[in-house]
């Protein structure tokens, strides 16, 4: 089976530019998360989908936004894109709340 | 903001011996996991432990939570070289999924 893949694995974009960022779960994987890891830091929580609905929201501003498809795939946008944005952006998707996350390898977007 | 901080930040020990580092956090919790990451590369799941359970094993993994003080130890018995990496408490604040890491301990394992 495959795991969570996320694409594409590496990004630069300019600031004020728009991203998006995609990710497949793993196949029965309802729920997808989406977390920001800064260099040298711990991953942040930005969103969670479970059945395409909104689950969660960390303490990001409205330039993020997310959703996810019927097929449980996700997209992350961020639009007016910021210095500070750059980041591993890390996707997570998992079969229920006592299970873990199976992580992507992410996307390393670096805006310039 | 993070939910948890792991101590030490960083741990440098010779291949064979034991690893300790251990995770506070603030609230209460649901569930905590324990994941490993590779110099920036995707996370993987290591062990979960719910609330109700005070110690976890998993190979050379062994796990505690002690929720009256809102810790959890991470122990890794014989360690390899191949060990090396950032490891990663993280903690519900709610139920579902929505898990919050803390800040990392980096180690490293002496060949």
């Known amino acids: 089976d495959a795991g969570v893949t996320q694409s594409p694995t590496h990004l630069i974009k300019t600031r004020g530019q728009h991203v998006t960022l995609r990710c497949s779960p793993i196949?029965?994987?309802?729920?997808v998360s989406w977390y920001q890891q800064v260099l040298g830091q711990g991953p942040q929580f930005i969103f969670q989908y479970y059945e395409k609905e909104e689950r969660g929201r960390g303490n990001f501003p409205d330039r993020f936004s997310a959703r996810q498809f019927p097929n449980y795939s996700s997209e992350l946008n961020v639009n007016a894109l910021l210095l500070g944005d750059s980041a591993l952006y890390l996707c997570?998707?998992?079969?229920?709340?006592?299970?873990?996350?199976?992580f992507g390898s992410g996307t390393r977007l670096t805006v310039v | 903001s993070q939910q948890g901080e792991e101590d030490p930040q960083a741990l440098s020990i010779q291949e064979g011996e034991n690893a300790t580092m251990n995770c506070s956090y603030k609230t209460s919790i649901n569930n905590l996991q324990w994941y490993r990451q590779n110099s920036g590369r995707g996370l993987v799941h290591l062990i979960l432990i719910r609330s109700n359970e005070r110690e976890k094993h998993s190979g050379r993994l062994r796990v505690t939570l002690d929720t009256s003080k809102k810790s959890s130890s991470l122990l890794i018995t014989a360690s390899r070289a191949a060990d090396t990496a950032s490891y990663f408490c993280a903690t519900d604040r709610t139920t579902g999924n929505q898990f919050y890491f803390g800040t990392g301990t980096s180690l490293t394992v002496i060949p």
């Open positions: 196949s029965g994987h309802k729920s």
């Open positions: 997570a998707s998992s079969s229920g709340q006592f299970y873990g996350y199976t």
